[in-house]
Nanobody, 125 residues
Framework: VQLQASGGGLVQAGGSLRLSCAAS????????MGWFRQAPGLERELVAG????????YYVDSVKGRFIISVDNAQNTVYLQMNNLKPADTAVYYC???????????????????WGQGTQVTVSS
């Protein structure tokens, strides 16, 4: 499985970005997916996650009401819509997939087996 993340960039506070993560080599429709981020000096954290059914969604408290994770099964792509961005959202964002069929969302990065290369999001004040 290969994951290709894109969509990062520089945006002013209050702006929006949409990150994309295209999967190749396998359909991800039966696997949990997550978007993580890592800022300098901080641990990698799960920002948004989606269980294989889509019924189980997770958002870290700091992004609730602002970020939305979604998928396009036909395109085998997962998205992270980020609205009302804040300087604290500045980080490298990674998409990740759990290589376990019918899996749920897990918070720990170690629970994910495949990772995209990361895309930088910078929010200026």
């Amino acid at each position: 499985v290969q994951l290709q993340a894109s969509g990062g960039g520089l945006v002013q506070a209050g702006g929006s970005l949409r990150l994309s993560c295209a999967a190749s080599g396998r359909s991800f429709s039966r696997y949990a997916m997550g978007w993580f981020r890592q800022a300098p000096g901080l641990e990698r954290e799960l920002v948004a996650g989606r269980s294989w059914t889509g019924a189980g969604l997770y958002y870290v408290d700091s992004v609730k009401g602002r970020f939305i994770i979604s998928v396009d099964n036909a395109q085998n792509t997962v998205y992270l819509q980020m609205n009302n961005l804040k300087p604290a959202d500045t980080a490298v964002y990674y998409c990740a997939l759990r290589d376990l069929r019918f899996s749920s969302v897990e918070l720990a990065p170690g629970s994910y087996d495949h990772w995209g290369q990361g895309t930088q999001v910078t929010v200026s004040s």
